[in-house]
C-alpha cells in the first residue's frame, strides 16, 4: 500500500521523464528519485545508447547521491517513465546491494500500488 508521499514521489518521477531523441539514441526515457535515510532527495534521467554504453536512471541518481554526500544507505526509490512505475532492473538492483548492505531493506515502488523491500525483489544477492 502507498503513502501519500509515496505517491508524489511516483509523481516526480514521472515529471523526470521527458523522453529526448537525440543523435545516437534517447535520454530521459525514465526518471528517478530516490530519498536517502537522512532524508536527502536525489533525481536522475536513463540514457538509452548504442552497445550498452548508457545507463539507467537509477544509476544516475545514485552517481547525484555519491557525488553530493558521503551517504550509501537509501530509504526510499522509484523510476517511473512518463506513463509508468517500473521496477529496477537486475543490475540496478545489485547496484543498490552493493553499495549498502542496509540497502536490502530500502523500500521500492514498484507499481502505482506498491512497493517492497529490495530483498524480495534480490533474495539471492550476488556477494
Ligand atoms: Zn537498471
Not at 544509476?59 to 523510476?79: F, G, L, N, P, R
Not at 517513465?81 to 543498490?96: Q, T
Not at 531493506?105 to 507499481?111: G, R, W
Request: a negative charge; proline letters at 2%; hydrophobic letters at 40%.
Amino acid at each position: 500500500m502507498l503513502t501519500k508521499e509515496d505517491k508524489a514521489l511516483i509523481e516526480k518521477a514521472k515529471s523526470l521523464a521527458k523522453e529526448t531523441n537525440i543523435k545516437n539514441g534517447i535520454v530521459k526515457e525514465v526518471g528517478c528519485v530516490l530519498i536517502t535515510e537522512k532524508g536527502e532527495t536525489f533525481l536522475g534521467v536513463s540514457l538509452n545508447l548504442p552497445c550498452g554504453i548508457g545507463f539507467c536512471a537509477e544509476h544516475t541518481a545514485i552517481s547525484q547521491m555519491i557525488t553530493q554526500t558521503d551517504e550509501t544507505h537509501i530509504k526510499i526509490i522509484v523510476a517511473a517513465s512518463a506513463w509508468d512505475v517500473s521496477a529496477p532492473c537486475g543490475r540496478c538492483r545489485e547496484l543498490i546491494n552493493l553499495l549498502d548492505e542496509r540497502n536490502m531493506e530500502t523500500e521500492v515502488i514498484v507499481s502505482d500500488e506498491k512497493k517492497v523491500k529490495l530483498k524480495d525483489l534480490l533474495p539471492y544477492k550476488w556477494t
